[in-house]
């Protein structure tokens, strides 16, 4: 394994002695260095060059990466991973263009200068819009790397109320970020929704809503030949099986959940109304 794809697998940062432990050598590392392959960022602390340049800025204010920015060192789910740089600053003022979060109170990285992560997820939730919030804080809690009830317990009176109202949609499993998203939006639409419903000839499905539509999200791998043909032969199932069925993509789910919501209301209303009845 060459040493970037290495440090790939630890989100672009490793200490030297794992990575003497995976089997590089002193002297691999440091002619990568001299290539311009990696970076020392400090004694003992390699990294890709991409990720070099904000854990550099962060020692160099004597902060801890924080919020969205610490996403990537704990490989939380992120819907946009762009945007100003977020920082817990020390003693000297974040640098211009950041933006500053509260001093954390618990523990930070063992050896980068990063927060811990439930100062990253408290901070994330009283920073980010509520659905980039909501999936770090998902991706966190279904590892079973921190608690809902911790977080909630941590975020104690009205200024908190909004961070708290995000809480409330973690689920106890997602598949994936679309489905999230989805449950968010149908529940925020007052539908009835239970997922990963175990449907007879058809199997799992993510969605079913009012227990008479079933709703799949579908990500990348959905386009694959083997997966299309999989997914049609669910599809007839479900309706063989006298439901009705929906399925959303990322653009769906991602970019356009207000239309995609009308689509599932619609639908219940014909059916409401007999719509789909036989003639």
Known sequence: MEIEAFLS????????????????TRTALGKAVAAGRIVRIRRGVYSLPREAGVFSLALHHNALLTCLSAAPTYRLWTLDGTGPLHLSPGHKAAPPGALSHGRCLHAHHPWLPVAGLADVLIHALRCLPELESLVMVQ?????????????????????????????????PRAD?????????????????????????????VDFLIEDCLVVETDGGTHLEPRQVKKDRKRNNATVIGGRLGLRYGYNDVVNHPARMVAEVLAVLELRRRGAFDAR
């Open 176 to 204: 994936s970020v679309l489905e999230v998203l989805a449950n968010f939006h149908f529940r925020r639409a007052g539908l009835h929704v239970r997922r990963h419903v175990e449907l007879p000839g058809v199997g799992e």
């Open 9 to 24: 697998t630890r989100a672009g940062v490793a200490r030297a002695s794992a990575l003497q432990g995976a089997g590089f």
């Open 139 to 171: 991706c966190a809690a279904q590892r079973g790397d921190i608690t809902v009830e911790f977080l909630r317990r941590k975020l104690p009176g009205n200024r908190n109320a909004r961070a708290r109202a995000v809480l409330d949609y973690v689920i």
